[in-house]
């Protein structure tokens, strides 16, 4: 069974300062990896791909995969009281689509 | 997105009827995905497509079948719908990462 983890929160962080999500996953052979961000009531949306292991940032957002550990992190910096969602961690064994595990999702709460 | 529609978007039931959700697209994409989302479990994969008429099944399929007639059309349906597929369910071109804006069912 694959399983992809992360801690439900809610994750509370005052604005203006770095959010820090976290992922685990347990199929080594794993190799894309998906930051999606999901508000209330609405269907999830891509934040971040990564695929090989290190460091990618986008604007706010910078992405960690550490094949080795088996995790993977996200981190938004500058946090806006409009990051608050759901943050969902997808894996994807060998790039088909049927091979998507999801996460239950991190909920973020970004205090003004 | 507007290049994936769901119908209808909230729907409560009945134990023991049969209920059809269906997912339209635009974009001509081959492969379509069915999820149910639940609190605590993610989004788990009942049925996928990959082409017309080409369908399987996934981690939760038990209790649901799917259907494509058309490349634009994936239909799911619950048979006889039992209280367990009360969630949220997204119709999804996961490929392209399109996600469909879910439907909220309901079975009393």
């Known amino acids: 069974q694959k399983e992809v983890e992360q801690n439900s929160g809610p994750l509370s962080v005052p604005e203006g300062a770095i959010a820090s999500l976290n992922c685990t996953y347990s199929d080594r052979g794993s190799q894309s990896f998906f930051w999606y961000r999901q508000y209330s009531g609405k269907s999830p949306e891509l934040i971040m791909s990564i695929y090989s292991n290190g460091d990618k940032e986008d604007g706010r957002f910078t992405a960690q995969l550490n094949k080795a550990s088996q995790y993977v992190s996200l981190l938004i910096r500058d946090s806006q009281p409009s990051d608050s969602a759901t943050y969902l961690c997808a894996v994807n064994m060998n790039n088909y689509g049927q091979n998507f595990v999801f996460g239950p999702g991190t909920r973020l709460s970004v205090l003004p | 997105d507007a290049g994936i529609t769901q119908s209808p978007r909230h729907k409560v039931t009945e134990t023991g009827t049969p209920v059809t959700l269906r997912c339209h697209q635009t974009?001509?994409?081959?492969?379509m995905y069915w999820y149910r989302q639940d609190p605590g479990h993610g989004l788990r994969l009942i049925h996928y497509s990959y082409g017309v008429k080409d369908t399987d099944k996934g981690e939760v399929s038990d209790g649901y079948s799917v259907s494509r007639s058309k490349t634009e059309d994936f239909l799911l349906t619950l048979e006889s719908a039992t209280s367990s597929q009360t969630s949220v369910y997204f119709c999804a071109m996961i490929n392209e990462q399109f996600f469909g804006p879910g439907t909220r069912l309901t079975v009393l």
């Open positions: 974009e001509n994409h081959r492969y």
